[in-house]
């Protein structure tokens, strides 16, 4: 089995409206029949998570707030893999009017336009903070911290090869750990700047894409699209040491 694990985007990828369709989840829980493993890597909160989708058992680990956290549904537990956020960057936030702001363990997020005052509150208080845009959202955690990061300790968790993962997102923040997986693929609705840097689309959108690669991988791991870069019509990258 080359493809053994998949790696996915929650919103705008799995969900649409921060809801997973019943297809969706039929085929998830298809991968997993075949063997297979999967992991979740968001930008959304944990508890947030939680409290909308019911079936984080398909997953192996969940790596959540963009590469902050990793939790494991079998067990219930989580690890920060960073610094927790400074509350006194939030006070400074809310002070100045910026809202809506959420607050993780270590992500603190928020919405466009306010990036330009969340900047400079980082630079009047000195943090070592840097500021990943999701489309519309701003979540600001630690330098080196992003879903390549989160991904990197899930899969050591797990002991698995990138050269074993493809990845699949939409958003610009989903290029740290798909420019790092054996076959990258972006929905259908996923931004042109991504669609750019991926192996390949999917011809259908968000969850329906997702079924689409999902079916490809279940059919014959991925080896038609590997057979059609010795045609030249994909581009498929070498095995990547990481």
Known sequence: ?????????????????GGVSSSTIEALEALRRSGRRIILVTGRELDQLLGIFDR????????????????SPATRQKHLLTEA???????????????????????????RPHENI????????????EITFNKDAVMVLPPGVDKASGMKAALEAMKVSWNNVVGIGDAENDLAFLNK?????????ALNSVKAHVNFTTPAPR?????????????????????????????IPSPAKH
């Not at 969340?118 to 903070?129: C, H, M, T």
């Open 118 to 129: 969340v900047l400079q509150v980082i630079r009047e208080l000195g943090l070592k903070r």
């Open 1 to 17: 089995m080359n493809f053994s694990t998949l790696a996915t985007d929650y919103d705008g990828t799995l969900a649409e409206d």
């Open 207 to 235: 969850g329906e894409g997702v079924v689409q690669l999902i079916r490809e991988i279940l059919k014959d791991d991925l080896q038609s699209r590997f057979d059609r870069v010795h045609q030249g019509q994909m581009s």
């Open 181 to 189: 997986c054996r076959c990258s693929v972006a929905v259908s609705n």
């Open 85 to 111: 956020a400074p509350l006194l960057f939030v006070e400074e936030l809310k002070r100045r009017g910026v809202s809506p702001i959420s607050t993780g363990e270590a992500v603190v997020a928020t919405w």
């Open 56 to 71: 984080v058992d398909l997953f192996d680990r969940i790596v959540a707030e963009n590469g902050a956290l990793l939790y």
